[in-house]
Each structure stands twice: as C-alpha cells, then as structure tokens.
C-alpha cells in the first residue's frame, strides 16, 4: 500500500466508517456487498435488502383489509430503480430522484377489483423504519470503465453516498 493510500485510510476514509456506523448504519464487508450484488460488479442495488425493505414499508390497506404487494409488483419498483445509463447520468438521476421521492403505483387485484396503489422506497414520514448500510469498498463496473468506491452508504438497500478514489 503507498503512503498516500494509507494516510487517505487514516484521514478520511476510517473516520467516515466509524461516524456512520456511529449513526446506526450497519456495516457489511465487501464481499456481503457482493454477494448482495449477486457478484455482478454492473449493478449498485443491494436488492435482496430493498425486496425486504420494500415489503416491509408497502402493504395496501383496502376495504378494511392489508394486502402485500404481489411479488410482481415488489420485483416490478426494484427493476424499475435499476436504470440503465444509455440516456446519461442526468436522465438517470432525474428518474431515479422522481422514483425514490415520489414512488410508484403499480396496478393489483384485490377481490377482482385492479386499482393502482402507492408504493414508496423510503419511509419519508418515519425515517426510522429505513434501514442504512456501508461498505468499505467496492468496485462498480460501467461499459469501458472501473471504479473503486469507498465509504459507499446505503439506505433501503439504495445507493446513498460514495466517496471515489481513483483507480
């Protein structure tokens, strides 16, 4: 490790870690956050935690009734997050600020009845029903690049906040 690596660990990039797991965030490796990924170095999703957590804050009240959202529906908001860049950076993060602010209203039937219903991705009313991640680090593969990510945070299972360091 060069010198300037290992005073950037001792700097910022240990202090960063501790603060947020301070803050409650849970910490996982890099090869949880793998693992998470389903090893594919493409995609920033943690999409077995967002599954979970979208479950966990989405049930539709109808007619007196709670309902989960119907499996197609929950893979349907997270396939939906998983923006392809092909547009640019700025339409990619326009669609994922209006997803993440505003939800979706995926269509169900309950009872022989189809009506849309909301789905949110965080808890704005209740922050503390959100769950919040951070990794060490991680790489991030784009079509004819690589970065490493540090002190990458999660929230929901989402991307949140990453600091790069160059390659």
Same mark, same amino acid.
């Given at each position: ?72 529906? *929950? ?34 039937? *309950? ?57």
């Amino acid at each position: 490790m060069a010198a300037s690596e290992f005073l950037e660990d001792l700097v910022s990039h240990l202090p960063a870690l501790q603060v947020l797991c301070n803050l409650g965030y849970q910490y996982l490796t890099p090869a949880e956050v793998n693992a998470l990924r389903d090893h594919r170095k493409g995609s920033v999703l943690l999409k077995p935690i967002l599954d979970q957590q979208l479950r966990k804050l989405n049930q539709i009240q109808y007619k007196g009734q709670t309902v989960p959202f119907s499996d197609a529906n *929950i893979k349907s908001a997270i396939d939906d997050l998983d923006v392809p860049l092909n547009d640019g950076f700025i339409k990619a993060n326009e669609t994922v600020h209006e997803l993440l602010t505003l939800g979706v209203a995926p269509s169900q039937t *309950i009872d022989g009845d189809k009506r849309s219903f909301s789905l949110q991705y965080i808890d704005w009313k209740n922050p503390a029903n959100n769950v919040f991640h951070v990794t060490d680090e991680y790489e991030v593969e784009r079509k004819g690049s690589h970065q490493h990510c540090r002190s990458a945070s999660k929230g929901s299972g989402l991307f949140d906040v990453r600091i790069d360091r160059p390659s």
